[in-house]
């Protein structure tokens, strides 16, 4: 059994800064990659960043030079630094670990007013 816990959504002007942190515990043995992908109403779960376990990352291009993904092995969690939001980033995270298996966390609302 694995469990993703999240934190950090919430309500920000357009142009503030959120982080969300993502922690994962459990059966997990090693996590080949982590990341978050997000879900706007009536609109379809896309990736937003995700990072594997070489450190290598991968960015929507929506969020490039906004966005800073990283993870700190040690503690199994990922981090996702979002700076100079916009209204258009308002949706559900999610986080992501692949073990190769799948899995995700509940999802936390990020929701940027203009």
């Known amino acids: 059994q694995v469990q993703l816990v999240e934190s950090g959504g919430g309500l920000v002007q357009a142009g503030g800064s959120l982080r969300l942190s993502c922690a994962a515990s459990g059966s997990i043995l090693s996590i080949n990659a982590m990341g978050w992908y997000r879900q706007a109403p009536g609109k379809q779960r896309d990736l937003v960043a995700l990072i594997t376990s070489t450190g290598s990352t991968n960015y929507a291009d929506s969020v490039k030079g906004r966005f800073t993904i990283w993870r700190d092995n040690a503690k199994n969690t990922v981090y996702l630094q979002m700076h100079s939001l916009k209204p258009e980033d308002t949706a559900v995270y999610y986080c992501?670990?692949?073990?190769?298996?799948?899995?995700w966390g509940q999802g936390t609302q990020v929701t940027v007013s203009s």
């Open positions: 992501y670990i692949r073990t190769p298996w799948n899995y």
